[in-house]
């Protein structure tokens, strides 16, 4: 199953390397494909290095995009960050 979700970055700070983290972490363990996108381009989710070169600042939109047996899950879980800006004071 494909799920894709397009997301609008909340947090001051952007998708730095701690939010960025915390993506990666949601996705450890997931059976499906995970991506985030930006402007065309595509990275895995399971990469740190590759979601950072994204440079997603405040108000920015990134699509995840998730092909397996969790998919629904693992973008869930993403979209409980983002919307929740990482857990960073407003």
Request: aromatic letters at 2%; hydrophobic letters at 45%.
């Amino acid at each position: 199953m494909i799920v894709r979700k397009t997301l609008t970055i909340k947090n001051e700070l952007g998708l730095h390397a701690r939010s960025a983290a915390m993506i990666v972490r949601a996705v450890e363990g997931s059976r499906s494909e995970v991506f985030l996108e930006r402007d065309g381009v595509r990275v895995d989710a399971r990469s740190l290095l590759d979601i950072l070169t994204l440079a997603c600042p405040k108000d920015s939109r990134i699509v995840v995009r998730a092909d397996g047996e969790d998919a629904r899950e693992v973008v869930e879980s993403i979209e409980r960050l983002v919307e929740s800006g990482f857990g960073e004071a407003a």
